[in-house]
């Protein structure tokens, strides 16, 4: 679909991505976004870069009366992207419970479900538009030392398939973005190597535009969906190798 002109609305916008696809969203001449955030005083500085296009929302995808009044508040969007993502950095045995498991699952995948099933009849209405579901290439293999965020990847991109074939109908394309480590807060104690966060943006955009439904963003997920194919088992025990309690490789491994 074409940026120029289209709505946009992006979840957990003062986050480390989001930032970077508001500034080329506005580069790429959208007519309006509507900025959403938990706390919208975090939004402050993200307003200077454009007081006439850019909408502050507070919203709190894991709390569905807070999803609701923004779809009622919301109703021109046409590109919806569902960005808002936690990260708690638990093994799924190592943890001491299995609270942060539930937290992921709820931001990472309920939280994304309830804004696809909220916003599917304003795109429908909009003339179709475009879900772009920013995942992660944790979500096709498991990561030991942040086990539980995988699993809500894994089930979020099963999850987007299902929008997807769901949505076809009312002409709605729906990105799936699965970048490796992108290198932002969520990932400050994560090894290197790290996509820049505004390659992650460029890229997702771009399948916006062409109309690709799976992105990799980065060399590093690039290489890795490729093995994935070929050598799974392969990969699956290089990412075993990664510990619950190993952060930054060679620090406290
Ligand atoms: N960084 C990586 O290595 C990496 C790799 C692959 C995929 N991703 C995905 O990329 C997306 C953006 O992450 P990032 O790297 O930019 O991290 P980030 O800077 O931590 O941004 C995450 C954003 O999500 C928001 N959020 C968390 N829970 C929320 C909720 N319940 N409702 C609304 N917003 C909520 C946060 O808001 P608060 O400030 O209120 O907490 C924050 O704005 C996430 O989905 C993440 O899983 C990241």
């Known amino acids: 679909?074409?940026?120029?002109?289209?709505?946009?609305?992006?979840?957990?916008?003062?986050?480390?991505?989001?930032?970077?696809?508001?500034?080329?969203?506005?580069?790429?001449?959208?007519?309006?976004?509507?900025?959403?955030?938990?706390?919208?005083?975090?939004?402050?500085?993200?307003?200077?870069?454009?007081?006439?296009?850019?909408?502050?929302?507070?919203?709190?995808?894991?709390?569905?009366?807070?999803?609701?009044?923004?779809?009622?508040?919301?109703?021109?969007?046409?590109?919806?992207?569902?960005?808002?993502?936690?990260?708690?950095?638990?093994?799924?045995?190592?943890?001491?419970?299995?609270?942060?498991?539930?937290?992921?699952?709820?931001?990472?995948?309920?939280?994304?479900?309830?804004?696809?099933?909220?916003?599917?009849?304003?795109?429908?209405?909009?003339?179709?538009?475009?879900?772009?579901?920013?995942?992660?290439?944790?979500?096709?293999?498991?990561?030991?030392?942040?086990?539980?965020y995988s699993a809500s990847k894994a089930a979020a991109i099963s999850m987007t398939q299902g929008v997807r074939a769901e949505l076809a109908v009312q002409n709605t394309l729906v990105v799936a973005v699965m970048p490796g480590t992108v290198d932002t807060e969520l990932a400050k104690e994560w090894p290197n190597p790290k996509v820049a966060p505004a390659e992650v943006a460029s890229s997702a955009l771009q399948a916006v535009i062409d109309g690709v439904e799976d992105v990799y963003p980065g060399e590093q997920a690039a290489q890795v969906s490729a093995q994935l194919l070929t050598d799974p088992k392969g990969v699956e025990k290089y990412m075993a190798s990664f510990l619950p309690g190993m952060m930054l490789a060679g620090t406290n491994a």
């Open 1 to 148: 679909m074409k940026i120029s002109g289209a709505v946009a609305l992006i979840t957990g916008a003062n986050g480390g991505i989001a930032s970077h696809f508001i500034e080329q969203l506005l580069g790429l001449g959208v007519a309006k976004i509507y900025v959403c955030a938990r706390s919208v005083t975090k939004l402050n500085p993200l307003l200077e870069l454009d007081r006439d296009r850019i909408i502050p929302v507070e919203l709190d995808v894991t709390n569905p009366q807070s999803v609701l009044t923004a779809a009622s508040q919301c109703q021109d969007v046409n590109l919806l992207i569902n960005n808002a993502g936690t990260s708690l950095n638990q093994g799924l045995i190592a943890a001491s419970d299995i609270d942060s498991a539930r937290n992921e699952m709820e931001v990472n995948y309920f939280g994304m479900l309830s804004m696809c099933r909220a916003f599917a009849p304003i795109l429908k209405q909009n003339g179709g538009g475009t879900i772009v579901n920013i995942l992660s290439l944790l979500g096709k293999v498991n990561l030991p030392f942040s086990g539980s």
